[in-house]
């Protein structure tokens, strides 16, 4: 599985490209022209260890053909296992994820958006973590998208759990979820422009005069990278 | 109105003709009574979202046909204050005073899942300091108490019973008090630190803790003598917002509301943290799925958590003086905090040592403090068993100085998605019932 990631691509998430330590652009520590290129944990060989061999086997056999287009990659991280899935794929491998009673990951914990610019193509990355309570198991998909087609399906049908989830996602990120009852913004009010919580969306706040100088707010101020 | 998109908190009704009524808590029947002279369908109420009754700021939307609710509808976000996004902006350290401001109810839960996330990223969860962990319990278990008694004590005040509320803040005040003598402050605590604690015991701190247990034993008795034979108070909550186990599954409900149905599920002991699975306690459970069962179980709880708090008292007992951080000085803080003439700020021994003996220290301090540590870049995501419910984050890294992302799991959130099927076939009044029963904190559903 880990051979079918994307043509081209690494099977990693890059996080980010620091340029430089500070904020500040050209300053004379020469630290101005580092650029360090921020990469997620890489795909695991087998064994996984744990129970994980023995989840991914059985999702793999019940997804049959479809397994290899399915999940693109497996990651193994800090004792965690994390499915990368396509996201075509995303209500059939839950739909197995909950129903096989070697699976039965009952309950979806919501759904978390994060956004990565710098991976191009897949800028958008929606993860799930499901909770088994029968086997006491927790695993996390991921879905990656990119920016101009954010969409996904919405597991809402597999887990109803995650209908405020997903709107809370949607709201924030812009991720549209079809096939969601009703995909409307939660947090901020419904004629809210932009999503907020993507890395071009500024954090705001005004400058504070502070003793007769003026300090800037923080996504202003020059910062440690 | 009809170029309007539909949206949850949109009107029901999309008629521009519809009649409006507004009413301020007048004379209901009066307003039933020209309604129905009227010949009008549906008469949509909007409780919230400044009600006394909402804990905090939430707006429910009902659809009412005489004195039964017929369609519920949940509006939040009007305490959405951006703590996930801000946090992206400060070091991981300083991380911990915005999430302790989400559930503020129950401060700590955040601290601790928070921090437990970020040692698992830097791959220190083992370092952690024994005495840390139990002061962490010592914490987590007092903030259930308290989170558990404002949910008694509010949902009695909602029904009109003052006495429950003011009996129950007594009790809360009574762990406040320790808190505070440990940590500095009542809530917003900011003591739990990526480590460990931001400092130790006070000296009376054990004899403190010993003081505390039989005042709030005394008022949880005085709780249950007051609430469980009072046939108000049963009229009311039994019977009342029922939520089955197959509901709960569905809709990803944890905590008492999930116990009310049989199932013991209790992080604690399935997932344990913290050294848990040491502690001798016990998960009640009931089959009764009401909003009595829910009170009830929440009083339990309570119980349980004392001896838990009793047990953390014993154990530091034996272990005496030591470490509360990380022994490693490249993420450990480096300063503790002390209470000086002023208020509460850094030890004096360690101003006196970065200020007039080593000029490393002072470097040391200046650059942990203001520039932080790396956490190697990767994501996790750690579930606590917070008093309502699971409470989880999800955190990434860049291997930076600050959280490329953070997200919690608000159980509140999760939850309140039951007010719905809580309320929809009964009666107005138990409505307010629901709303306690589910015990969330807008602040935490918001944040």
């Known amino acids: 599985m880990q051979a079918s990631a994307p043509e081209g691509r690494q099977p990693l998430t ?104 710098a991976d191009t193509g897949r800028e958008l990355h929606a993860v799930f973590p499901l909770q088994s309570i029968t086997h006491n198991r927790r695993l996390r998909l991921e879905v990656a998208v990119a920016d101009g087609d954010a969409r996904m399906p919405s597991v809402t049908s597999v887990y109803p759990m995650n209908n405020w989830h997903e709107r809370e996602t949607w709201d924030f990120f812009g991720i549209v979820f079809e096939g969601h009852p009703s995909l409307a913004r939660i947090e901020m009010p419904d004629d809210w422009v932009g999503h907020p919580q993507r890395k071009d969306y500024p954090l705001g706040g005004i400058p504070v005069e502070y003793k007769g100088a003026e300090i800037p707010s923080p996504d202003e101020r020059r910062q440690y990278r | 109105m009809s170029t309007q998109t539909a949206h949850a908190t949109g009107a029901f009704v999309e008629d521009p003709d519809a009649p409006e009524y507004t009413v301020y808590g007048g004379d209901w029947s009066e307003v039933l009574d020209e309604a129905k002279r009227l010949g009008q369908q549906r008469i949509v109420v909007n409780m919230g979202p400044q009600h006394p009754s909402t804990h905090g700021v939430l707006r429910v939307m009902l659809e009412i046909e005489g004195e039964t609710v017929t369609e519920t509808r949940a509006g939040i976000g009007y305490l959405h204050t951006g703590i996930e996004k801000n946090m992206e902006f400060r070091t991981w350290t300083q991380g911990v005073t915005f999430c302790t401001r989400m559930d503020y109810v129950a401060s700590m839960s955040q601290e601790l899942v928070y921090c437990l996330g970020i040692e698992k990223l830097l791959g220190i969860t083992d370092d952690i300091p024994e005495r840390a962990s139990i002061l962490r319990v010592l914490m987590a278990e007092l903030t259930r108490i308290g989170s558990h008694l404002v949910a008694v004590g509010t949902g009695g005040n909602e029904l009109g019973a003052t006495t429950i509320m003011t009996t129950a803040f007594i009790g809360r005040e009574d762990t406040f008090r320790v808190i505070e003598a440990i940590t500095g402050l009542r809530t917003n605590n900011a003591y739990i630190r990526p480590g460990g604690v931001a400092q130790g015991l006070p000296d009376n701190g054990i004899a403190m803790i010993r003081e505390m247990i039989p005042l709030v034993r005394q008022r949880l008795d005085e709780l249950i003598a007051l609430q469980l034979k009072n046939p108000i108070l049963q009229g009311r909550l039994k019977g009342v917002a029922e939520l089955n186990l197959s509901a709960c599954m569905a809709l990803g409900i944890t905590g008492p509301i999930l116990r009310a149905t049989g199932l013991p599920y209790d992080l604690r002991k399935s997932d344990p943290y913290c050294g848990y699975e040491t502690y001798d306690f016990q998960v009640p459970t009931s089959t009764e799925q009401d909003a009595w069962s829910r009170m009830v179980l929440r009083m339990e709880e309570c119980y349980e958590s004392l001896k838990i708090v009793e047990q953390c008292a014993d154990r530091l007992e034996q272990l005496g003086d030591g470490p509360v951080m990380v022994a490693d000085k490249k993420i450990a803080w480096p300063a503790q905090l002390a209470l000086g003439p002023d208020g509460q700020g850094n030890s004096l021994d360690h101003i006196r040592h970065i200020m007039g003996e080593s000029m490393e220290a002072l470097i040391h301090h200046f650059k942990l403090v203001t520039e932080g540590f790396d956490v190697p870049a990767g994501q996790v995501y750690q579930a606590i068993e917070g008093p309502k419910g699971l409470l989880g984050v999800h955190l990434v890294s860049d291997g930076g100085t600050k959280p490329w992302r953070a997200h919690f799991r608000d159980p509140g959130f999760n939850n309140l998605q039951a007010l719905g099927i809580m309320c929809e076939g009964g009666q107005v009044a138990d409505v307010v019932v629901a709303i306690a029963s589910i015990d969330m904190v807008l602040g935490g559903v918001d944040r």
């Not at chain 1, 087998?46 to 997804?63: A, K, M, Q, S």
């Not at chain 1, 296992?81 to 914990?109: G, N, P």
């Open chain 1, 14 to 117: 890059l996080i980010n490209v620091r340029e430089g330590l500070f904020g500040a652009k050209g300053d004379t520590s020469g630290f101005d022209r580092f650029v360090d290129r921020v990469q997620m944990p890489g795909a695991a060989e087998r064994p996984y260890g744990e129970w994980f061999d023995g989840v991914v086997d059985i999702l793999t056999e019940l997804l049959g053909d479809a397994a290899d287009e399915a999940i693109e990659y497996v990651v193994v991280d800090r004792g965690e296992l994390t499915l990368y899935i396509a996201r075509e794929h995303l209500l059939d491998v839950c739909r197995h994820l909950r129903d096989d009673q070697d699976l039965r990951f009952e309950m979806c914990l919501g759904v978390s958006g994060v956004h990565y610019p």
